[in-house]
């Protein structure tokens, strides 16, 4: 089994897209595949179909992803107590560890404990058997979740828009990582984390900017930040936020309905070139995984 963090700092670089659509394709690849959402804002829940309520029952609340980090009383709930089959967004469905709202305000429970940082690396060795890729979408924060996260991973995907920002959030994140998450990591025992590289994401389509300046700013990832890449790029496309924002109309309310790009590449032709860009993603993933 092996375990990717899809992480960075900066904000709308399109890490839920990639957490959720990488997932999509290796399932669709015949990997078993566990989706672990460990960011507050739930973006990977909601996008896999476990969200629909005001429309049903919260039945998220009692059992998602913070209740493998803190016990409820004398109840030490395992990975097969939480997990979820996600609901109409990819055939064949993916397994997911939900997240919720109420994530924020149960850290600081959990941060009292010493052993919740581990908490969740320790819980997955219970199911190395079972999945062969676990992909754990983080928050943005160098917070607890963070640290859990990152401290359960073998390999770090950073995606990047390879804007300014963007760019300048790769030096912190390179120093978190080489800092505090393996000097953690190596006190439990642990191998230091392999960054499998940056991943671009949300990259423009124009091929003008494709030909003469993309390439200089990946060749500033190697170069300034010294940092590896990806040799896929995912491309910007509204079809990528369509399909994750789709609805279904029952009466007159709008019911979240979200899909898989690949699910929605089956009746929107226009979602072809993504679905394709994240099955090369997968195959990218698998030769470095060495999963077969």
Known sequence: ????????????????????????????????????????????????????????????????????????????????????????????????????????????????????????????????DIYEVVIIDTPLSQGLYALVSLTAADYLIIPSDFKPFSNQGLVSVKNFINTEINEYRENIGKQPIIIMGVLPSKISSNNKYLKYTFPKHRDLIAEVYQLPLMDNIITERSVLSHCINKTVAIGNLPVPDPKSIFEFAKYDSSASQSAFEFESLALEVRRKLEIH
């Open 1 to 128: 089994m092996k375990t990717i963090a899809i992480y960075h700092h900066k904000g709308g670089v399109g890490k839920t897209t990639v957490a959720v659509n990488l997932a999509a394709a290796l399932s669709n690849q015949g990997k078993k595949v566990l989706l672990i959402d460990l960011d507050a804002q739930a973006n990977t829940t909601y996008a896999t179909g476990l969200i629909k309520f005001p429309f049903e029952k919260d039945d998220l609340k009692e059992r998602n992803v913070s209740h493998l980090l803190y016990p409820d009383g004398e109840i030490n709930l395992l990975i097969p107590d939480i997990v979820r089959k996600s609901k109409g967004f990819n055939q064949p469905e993916v397994d997911v560890i939900p997240s919720h709202i109420t994530l924020i305000e149960r850290q600081r429970k959990i941060a009292v404990f010493k052993t919740s940082r581990n908490r969740l690396a320790r819980k997955l060795e219970l199911v190395k």
